[in-house]
C-alpha cells in the first residue's frame, strides 16, 4: 500500500507553521496535495500558507492546541468543511528538556508525556475514523533518534528520549492495527534539522507549567551544519509513496547508534 498519486489529496501538517513542519507542507503542496496548515500560533501557519497559494498551490491555515481533542476535532471538521476529506495527517508536536532524569519534577513529566505521546495518539483517535474512509491514505508521526536508542547522559535529554521510545511503540502499533484498513503509517526520526523546537517547547513549558518564558536552553552546537525543512519534505513525500515507517535523514549515523547498543546487549548477556 502507498500513495502514488497525490494530485487532489488533502493533508493536514500539525505543527506546520515552521521547520520539519513547514518542510513537508511546502514538499506536499509541490506535489499538487490541498495543504492544511495548522498550528497553535496562528500567524506562522499563516505565513505558510500564503507562501504556499504564492506558488500557485492550494491551502488553508487552521489554529489547533494538539493536547486538547475538542480543537484536534474542530480541527479535522474544518479540514472536512475546506477540502471534502482527509488523506494524510502528519504531526511534528513535540516538546524537549534538558535536565537529569532525578532533577525532573512529576509536573515536567507530564508536561513530557502530553506534548510528545499523548498529542499523537489523541490525532490518531481523531483522524483515523476520516483516513479510513478513503483507500490509500497515510500517517507521518515524529519521533527522534532519541527514542530508538539512549542518547549520550551529558545530553540531559531523558524525559524527552522516555518519551520518544514511547512513541515509536505506539507508531509501530499503529502501524500494525491499521494495515487492513490501508491506511499507513511512518515515523519520521529527525537528526540535526533546521527549527525553533527550542523555543517552541519553552514556550509550552511556559503555558503548561505556568511558569515564566525562557528559550535559552537546547540551542544546536555551534558550527553544525543543519538540514533544511524542506529537504526533510522530500524526504517524507518519498516515504509516504513507498509505505515505509523509518523516514530517517541521517541512517548512517541512526544505525551506528543503534549497532553500538546492539554490541553493549550481547556483552551484557554474553552472547
Not at 506546520?16 to 506562522?44: F, P, T, Y
Request: charged share 20%; with cysteine; glycine share 8%.
Amino acid at each position: 500500500m502507498s500513495i502514488i498519486n497525490f494530485k487532489d489529496k488533502t493533508a493536514v501538517i500539525i505543527g506546520g507553521g515552521n521547520g520539519v513542519g513547514r518542510g513537508i507542507a511546502i514538499s506536499l503542496a509541490a506535489e499538487k496535495v490541498n495543504v492544511v496548515v495548522a498550528d497553535v500560533d496562528i500567524a506562522s501557519a499563516m505565513a505558510v500558507k500564503d507562501e504556499i497559494i504564492l506558488q500557485g498551490h492550494s491551502a488553508v491555515a487552521i489554529k489547533v492546541d494538539a493536547t486538547q481533542i475538542e480543537s484536534l476535532t474542530n480541527l479535522a471538521n474544518e479540514t472536512i468543511k475546506a477540502f471534502g476529506s482527509i488523506h494524510i495527517l502528519v504531526s511534528t508536536v513535540g516538546a524537549i528538556l534538558e535536565k537529569h532524569i532525578d532533577a525532573a519534577s512529576d509536573q515536567e513529566w507530564q508536561w513530557m508525556f502530553e506534548m510528545n505521546l499523548m498529542a499523537n495518539v489523541r490525532a490518531a483517535k481523531v483522524f483515523v475514523p476520516h483516513l479510513k474512509q478513503n483507500i490509500k491514505s497515510h500517517i507521518v508521526l515524529t519521533g527522534s533518534g532519541g527514542g530508538l536508542f539512549a542518547p549520550p547522559p551529558d545530553m540531559h535529554i531523558g524525559l524527552y528520549s522516555t518519551m520518544k521510545h514511547a512513541l515509536t511503540g505506539f507508531a509501530k502499533s499503529l502501524r500494525n492495527e491499521l494495515k487492513k484498513f490501508d491506511v499507513g503509517v511512518s515515523l519520521l526520526c529527525p537528526s540535526g534539522v533546521e527549527g525553533k523546537l527550542a523555543t517552541t517547547s519553552a514556550r509550552s513549558k511556559a503555558n503548561f507549567l505556568k511558569v515564566d518564558f525562557d528559550d535559552t536552553t537546547g540551542r544546536q552546537p555551534a558550527h553544525r551544519v543543519l538540514e533544511s525543512g524542506e529537504s526533510m519534505g522530500k524526504l517524507v513525500v518519498s516515504a509516504i509513496q513507498k509505505n515505509q515507517f523509518y523516514i530517517l535523514n541521517k541512517p548512517n549515523e541512526t544505525f551506528q547508534a543503534l549497532e553500538n547498543e546492539l554490541n553493549f546487549l550481547k556483552e551484557d548477556i554474553k552472547l
